[in-house]
């Protein structure tokens, strides 16, 4: 076949076409070669197969269909490439219409395929046959599943304890589905994973600016400051990895905070490596220097911090002036030396001079972003955004071009065809009463509030979420799943066995990414776009003309998709209507059928999505049809200073302007179709709401915060009990050097390797193959004195327990301090179980002493690919989780990553991967950490459990923020209190 | 050249008339190390695993608090002088008239003989269809338009490919106007791989120290046999910088026992007629002996059908063996050397032919065209060998000395057992060549080990076979060689005539010590990672 002939007809080659009328993707290299097919072309896309090449020329028919991937949070698009053939996916490759990640994607995009083609998937609805975790299973009709579950829930809402059921989510992957089909069931029932990852980061950024995310915009940035590693790990990988690149590459400075060398740590121009927790000392020490020597933007600090409200508070002798508050400002932070935070970081004081200078350099131009990192390693580690921001806040790089933005202007939610109210109810399980200002559940204590007799669950949902490997003490989870007692019935929704799926009532199979349908939007860039999964093969199978009413009629064996999971459930908890939740369910269009996806979907995307409507008619399409065809769609860009733009007249009626500032309104505030969660500062006395801030006499939108400015005081930590932490500061880690025995290291357990994605991308064999085992990275300071070379074995002791793990030695790692990657070390006792990534072992329990025991690694198998025979590598890594107990921020909410260890040569006994662990030495540091909060119902100012203004996931109504009266007794508590 | 050539003469309608250069840059001041390349060509290309196509070394460099991580996205070159063309038999590797070095893998017989001769270890043989193969640029992507698989999903835009005769392409202005390095630069093959940013700890393969215990920062290092573990072993870095390679792919050699038993039974098939010849010249047997008239053409046949043997069974296609000869690309050692064997095969057929019907004036007719071809057929592995441009122990000019040698060792050696049946006469002289062709060959052999090399791989090399991972065999072949000279001085110099067994024992030490010295030299010269 002539490749002439051939181009006439497929090329997509610039002239080619051009000249057919069609679009030209440019790629990297700016030449005539198109870096994707024509989208003109994606119904019947001709390629050549790359086998037979060049010997035949064997033309393979594709039709492209987009979808979103689901290995990590940044949500890239990604193109599947279906065989009009076979209707297989033939291969991923990014999605050039997606404005997040650009047609670019990292390692775990492509390797999408080895998800969906994994011999080793669950198929088919599975129940538990023998005792809970003896790895005994009968495949379940759905039917049969369903019903008892529903039956489940049913029983306990009409027998008023709603909230023992409980949907458990790790990687959320979507905006707001979920949390609205638990609120049609009137429970508060979400638990998140967000305390074991971001919650120190979310509350720094949430006590400046009422939102708990950053957006910083690298690509137009002078200065970037990372307190993390974003360009192999993070949120947002690849769309921000590309951004610090194009950065760079036009003369930006990297500034990088990580205690190893990181790829990230090796790209930055200033590597900063500090001892873990002294992150917030060298900020504030930065801080100082743009104060001490007026470098900061002293107008925007005027018009936008809160200083008013903190002379008043803090200072009310003195002038109400903004010069009374730069001459505190200055005290305030005048011992944060260089020499202060080089004495506690170990790093040099010049080193941080040095930093400080660029920082100073970079103007409104500063981008900063941490996120897990040091946020979520140390006790106070939520100070770290909070001082990392304060750099933002000092030089006005704050929502401007290449500075940081709060992330709600730069994500759009769509609202949903219904909104059911707010839960009426509040769940003390995963609100308990001594973290009021937790910025998200604390689920990672859940086994423990349980093991208090506080509460109970009826039904247990886990989703995308692997508790007893992901989090802490997992020993201690698996003595609460298997307590009948304490759970009643617990559902693992996976696509892929797991370690909490194990031990399991109902393991249900759940499709992977191209598998499923979600909608999302993520803070990736100045802009606003949402982002469209889909399963492949359906919409597919709908483009050839089929009707597809189920995604299981396209999915590999059973395997289904929450969205219609939970439709179908709320249905059969709710068959007649009469609990007032099928309603939540119904379509619209044909009333008294079940809302259909494509209904759910078609109603947001003609509703709520500003400029769509008119972009898929322009295309003549149906809105519905533009995004199964494109996958994206990018509402604004360049939002800019939202916080400048003055409140229009329409929405100001009897306005009050408080002390401070804060304008309040009548007006009702006009219909938004974005619902992105901000944070809901309180009504004014007579019940105005919030509407603004005054700023030099303009009412100008401001901020979500209560004052409407940046909070550099915080009144809300102050009323709560937290007035010495209520502005930037710096608070000593758990793992500070003086709170460390003299044999005691630091170990950083949370890094990220870059092709690897928690307990989510086992089932990927290219990724296994380039990542499988996580060596303890140790400096040959502290190996060569144990006479400790790498692949030899060393026994790390915690609070709890210890493990057995092998030495990686390096100098890429501060002495003093060992990291682990918690990306490896996945198990499974017998039976199922993922067998390219998952050592086999023994667990063995006498009382509260757990041991477990690896029997054997990984080793060559057969199966339908025949690549699982040619698995090379033995070795998976070992579970360091199961050795930590649970260290929450008693602020924050945080757990506090970083352990206190102490690092030996392996001894005789030992074996590698050997891990043993005392559950109820466990349980003795959860009740030391417990000890350091400030419960609300001492501390509350007004009577309730929580700042209303604060965000929450599923938010109640705002009776059950009240606090029980304390004047009857109370009854033993439960869940649903 | 390939039959699909002709018709590549113009990609997918490029912006210029002129002859396209496809060439790229990898920029590792943009590349972060996400590996995302080698798992989308993985994806591309359907490469299985255990192998790859591209992939991302890193080397971690430097002393906290000053350290970094160097990324090197390693695979093929595109050389424009591509070995791995000039050293494949059938054409199967071949380069396009736009510079992509391209294979048909229909037609790979599976010799590995690309794999020995490429300087960058960037081929390997599919698992699954046991043909060579490697990265082409995705030349069936350039055809239909589209970038390749790695330039399109690089996070960085780390990967650019462009044509270098086009001065508007991003690729040629990189190269042109900023400092980029290609590797290995000495082996003069002039590669169109250009990296921007690389660091010179990646770029050298004998850089970086190899870490202990198997295993790199979150993968193990692989281990099986023929195995050629990435970086070197400490103390043997070739910079003085720290450098620890922290990420790398599992390497094999090409050519295992199969070809170090070739070249011994090649050397007894040239060996044997060579020695006859040189007894016949010098009178001590005559043209009707039975050496000359049975055991020459008999042992010499048996001992090149076994090399033809193994030749073929060391194919991953050994169906395809014929291609060799109907599809020759002569520029291969490979097929000069079937081509030799196939002839010297046909003189000792014709010579047995003569055996049989009592021609003799045709086999001493053959005698001149037999040497020489017995001659080529010795020393033509050296060429093949050379052809290994990155092998540097086996850039040696004097290797095809040191295989002429070991042939005639090895027929001297072979005879030595018949003369004693047939024409004891023809002992003392054969051992006479046995002992001093071995005392040669060992001279030679002390040179090789001794003097200073010049490069580091070839000095590696030495290292690993007389005190590495094949000194056990080495010394064995050289111990018994060197057992076979005393022997053999001892039978001529003390016992006037020989005894029973005694020369039948300088056989076997001979024959034994050459194998086991063969083996550990073909296995050395390849034990040396060259990415």
């Known amino acids: 076949m002539d490749t002439k002939a051939l181009n006439q007809r497929v090329s997509a080659a610039r002239r080619d076409a051009e000249a057919r009328g069609e679009t030209f993707y440019p790629g990297p290299s700016r030449i005539h070669l198109a870096s994707f097919p024509p989208k003109e072309r994606w119904d019947d896309w001709v390629e050549l197969d790359s086998k037979a090449w060049p010997g035949r020329r064997v033309e393979k028919r594709y039709m492209l269909v987009p979808t979103t991937c689901f290995n990590c949070e ?39 395929l080895n998800q969906i083609t994994d011999p080793d998937r669950i198929l088919y609805p599975l129940k538990r046959a023998g005792r809970r975790g003896e790895g005994k299973w009968v495949q379940v009709s759905w039917n049969e599943a369903l019903d008892d579950i529903a039956a489940r829930i049913r029983r306990a809402i009409t027998e008023g304890r709603g909230n023992e059921v409980m949907y458990h989510v790790g990687r959320p992957g979507e905006d707001g589905f979920t949390e609205r089909v638990l609120a049609a069931w009137g429970v508060d029932g979400h638990n998140s994973h967000t305390n074991v990852c971001s919650s120190g980061g979310r509350a720094g950024y949430h006590f400046w600016m009422g939102v708990d995310r950053p957006s910083p915009d690298h690509a137009n940035a002078r200065v970037m400051l990372l307190v993390s590693s974003h360009l192999e790990a993070g949120h947002y990988f690849n769309p921000h990895a590309q951004r610090v690149i194009e950065a760079k590459q036009q003369g930006a400075k990297l500034i990088v905070f990580d205690t190893r060398l990181s790829n990230t740590a090796t790209h930055a121009d200033h590597w900063i490596a500090p001892h873990p927790g002294s992150e917030a000392a060298i900020l504030l020490a930065i801080a100082s220097y ?68 660029t920082v100073a350099s970079a103007g409104t131009r500063l981008s900063t972003h941490t996120w897990r990192s040091a946020a ?24 401007t071009e290449g500075g940081t933005y709060p992330n709600a202007w730069n994500k759009y939610v769509p609202k949903p065809i219904y909104v059911p109210p707010h839960p009426t109810t509040w769940n003390g399980l995963t609100w308990p009463i001594e973290y009021p200002l937790a910025i998200n559940e604390l689920s990672f204590l859940l086994p423990h509030l349980l093991k208090d007799g506080r509460g109970h669950l009826e039904v247990y949902f886990t989703r995308v979420y692997n508790p007893v490997w992901t989090n802490p003490d997992g020993f201690s989870w698996i003595e609460m799943l298997t307590d009948e007692r304490l759970v009643g019935c617990s559902v693992a929704l996976t696509p892929t066995w797991n370690e909490t799926a194990f031990f399991a009532d109902y393991v249900l199979p759940m499709g992977h990414g191209p598998e499923r349908h979600d909608l999302h939007s993520y803070e990736q860039y100045d802009g606003q776009w949402i982002g469209f999964r889909q399963p492949v093969l359906r919409a597919a199978r709908e483009r050839l003309g089929e009707r597809v009413t189920d995604t299981r009629q396209t999915n590999p064996g059973e395997v289904w998709e929450e969205n219609e999971f939970w439709i179908e459930l709320s249905w059969r908890i709710d068959p ?40 898929a008619a322009a295309e003549g399409l149906t809105p519905l049809g533009f995004m199964r065809r494109y996958g994206a769609f990018e509402i604004t860009r360049k939002v800019g200073a939202l916080y400048e733009t003055p409140v229009p007249l329409a929405e100001l009626q009897d306005v009050h302007v408080s002390r401070f500032g804060r304008a309040y309104t ?71 050097p003086g709170a460390l025995e003299h044999d005691q290291m630091v170990l950083i357990s949370t890094f990220r390797l870059p092709v690897q994605i928690h307990t989510r991308s086992a089932n990927s064999k290219w990724l296994d193959e380039i990542a499988h085992t996580n060596p303890l990275w140790i400096h040959p300071r502290d190996a060569d004195p144990m006479r400790l070379r790498t692949g030899d074995l060393v026994r790390v002791e915690t609070e709890i327990g210890h493990f057995v793990v092998k030495a990686w030695v390096t100098e890429g790692i501060r002495p003093g301090v060992v990291a682990c990657s918690h990306h490896m070390g996945r198990w499974k006792v017998q039976g199922a179980g993922q067998r ?79 891990i043993a662990v005392s559950t109820q030495r466990a349980h003795e540091v959860y009740a030391k950490w417990l000890a350091l909060t400030k419960p609300a119902e001492r501390h509350s100012p007004d009577g309730t459990r929580r700042p209303y203004w604060l965000m929450r996931p599923l938010r109640p109504s705002r009776d059950a923020y009240r606090l029980p009266d304390r004047r009857t007794p109370e009854p033993a508590p439960v869940a649903g209190e | 050249m390939h039959p699909a050539v002709a018709k590549v003469d113009h990609i997918a309608s490029g912006p210029t008339p002129r002859p396209a250069k496809w060439a790229k840059v ?25 192998v790859t196509r591209t992939y991302v070394k890193s080397v971690d460099v430097g002393v906290f608090p000053q350290a970094r991580r160097a990324f090197q996205v390693t695979r ?58 490697k990265c082409n640029f995705c030349a069936h992507r350039l055809d239909v338009g589209l970038e390749p698989a790695c330039v399109v999903v690089c996070p960085t835009e780390a990967i650019l490919v462009g044509d270098l005769s086009d001065p508007t392409s991003r690729v040629a202005q990189i190269v042109h106007r900023e400092p980029v390095t290609v590797r290995r630069p000495e082996k003069d093959t002039q590669p169109k791989l250009f990296y921007r940013g690389a660091h010179q700890a990646t770029l050298d393969p004998l850089a970086a120290r190899r870490p202990d215990g198997g295993l790199y920062m979150w993968s193990e290092q692989g281990t099986g046999p023929g195995d050629v573990p990435a970086g070197v072993a400490a103390p043997w870095n070739n910079t003085s910088a720290a450098a620890l390679l922290s990420y790398d792919v599992p390497h094999t050699a090409p050519w295992h026992w199969r070809v170090s038993l070739y070249t011994w039974t090649k050397g007894i098939a040239a060996g044997t007629y060579l020695v006859l010849l040189g007894l016949l010249l010098g009178g001590v047997v005559s043209w009707s002996s039975a050496l000359w008239v049975w055991v020459a053409p008999v042992v010499c046949g048996v001992a090149l059908a076994a090399t033809g043997g193994l030749l073929v069974a060391d194919l991953k296609h050994p169906e395809r063996f014929y291609l060799i000869f109907t599809r020759p690309q002569w520029g291969s050692w490979l097929v000069r050397g079937a081509f030799i064997i196939a002839a010297y095969s046909l003189v000792l057929a014709l010579h047995f032919v003569g055996s049989l019907f009592g021609w003799r004036d045709l086999q001493r007719a053959l005698g001149a065209p037999g040497a020489v071809l017995a001659v080529l057929c010795a020393v033509y592995t050296a060429y093949l060998f050379a052809q290994a441009k990155a092998r540097d122990l086996w850039q040696n000019p004097l290797l095809p000395l040191h295989l002429l040698l070991q042939a005639l060792i090895a027929g001297a050696a072979i005879l030595l057992p018949f003369a004693g049946r047939l024409e004891p006469a023809a002992v003392p002289p054969l051992l006479g060549i046995v002992g001093a062709a071995s005392l040669a060959h060992l001279l030679l052999v002390l040179g090789e080990t001794t003097l200073p090399h010049g490069t580091a791989h070839a000095r590696l090399a030495v290292r690993e076979m007389t005190a590495g991972r094949f000194r056990t065999v080495f010394w064995t072949g050289v111990g018994l060689g060197a057992l076979a000279v005393l022997v053999a001085a001892a039978v001529l110099g003390v016992l006037a005539t020989p005894i029973a067994g005694s020369a039948a024992a300088v056989a076997a030490l001979a024959l034994v010590g050459l194998l086991a010295y063969e083996h550990a030299y073909v296995q050395a010269g390849q034990c040396v990672p060259l990415a």
């Not at chain 1, 990392?388 to 000092?394: Q, R, V």
């Not at chain 2, 590797?93 to 017989?109: E, L, Q, T």
Request: with cysteine.
């Open chain 1, 376 to 399: 979520a390693g140390n006790l106070g580690g939520w100070q770290v955004p909070r001082t990392l921001f304060l750099l933002n806040a000092l030089l006005g790089a704050v929502a």
């Open chain 1, 576 to 615: 007649d209507g009469s609990l007032g939740i099928r309603k939540y369910f119904e379509s619209q269009r044909e009333p008294g059928a079940r809302l259909a996806v494509d209904e759910y979907y078609a109603h947001i995307f003609e509703h709520s999505v500003p400029g769509l409507p008119e972009r």
């Open chain 1, 836 to 914: 390219q990534a998952m050592a086999t072992v023994t667990l063995g329990r006498a009382e509260d002493r757990w041991e477990l025991r690896r029997e054997r690694g990984v080793a060559p198998y057969a199966s339908v690919d025949p690549d699982t025979l040619r698995i090379w590598w033995t070795d998976v890594g070992v579970h360091q989780n199961l050795t930590f107990p649970v260290h929450p921020d008693p602020i924050s909410g945080q757990h506090c990553w970083h352990q206190a260890v102490r690092v030996r040569p392996a001894g005789p006994g030992d074996r590698y991967g050997d």
């Open chain 1, 290 to 357: 743009l104060i001490r020597r007026g470098l900061y933007d002293r107008e925007f600090v005027r018009r936008w911090w809160n200083w008013e409200e903190y002379l008043a508070c803090e200072h009310p002798e003195r002038p109400a002036t903004f010069e009374t508050f730069e001459e505190i400002l200055r005290g305030l932070y005048a011992s944060y030396t260089f020499e202060f935070a080089s004495q506690e970081s170990g790093v040099d004081a010049a080193a941080l001079e040095d930093v400080a200078r």
């Open chain 2, 26 to 50: 990898i920029d590792h001041t943009r590349c972060v190390g996400c590996h995302a390349c080698t798992v989308a060509c993985k994806s591309e290309n359907e490469v299985p695993l255990g």
């Open chain 2, 76 to 133: 093929c070159n595109q050389c424009d002088d591509a070995p791995c063309a000039t050293a494949c038999p059938t054409s199967a590797m071949f380069v396009r008239p736009d510079g992509i070095v391209d294979f048909d893998k229909s037609i790979c017989i599976g010799c590995k003989a690309c794999i020995a001769a490429c300087p960058y270890d960037a081929i390997f043989i599919n698992p699954e269809d046991h043909a060579a193969e």
């Open chain 1, 74 to 112: 940044s949500a890239c698009g990604l193109l599947a490439y279906v065989d009009r053939e076979t209707l297989q996916v033939r291969k991923f490759e990014g999605n050039p219409e997606h404005p997040g990640s650009r047609g670019r994607n990292c390692a775990k995009g492509p390797a999408t």
């Open chain 1, 666 to 736: 009548r007006a009702a505030k006009p219909p938004d179709p974005n619902i992105v969660p901000l944070g809901s500062p309180e009504p004014d006395a007579e019940g105005r709401r919030p509407v603004g801030v005054r700023v030099d006499g303009e009412i100008l939108r401001g901020f979500p915060t209560p004052s409407g400015r940046l909070e550099f005081y915080s009144r809300t930590l102050v009323e709560w009990g937290w007035s010495e932490c209520a502005l930037p500061t710096y608070l000593r880690s758990h793992v500070h």
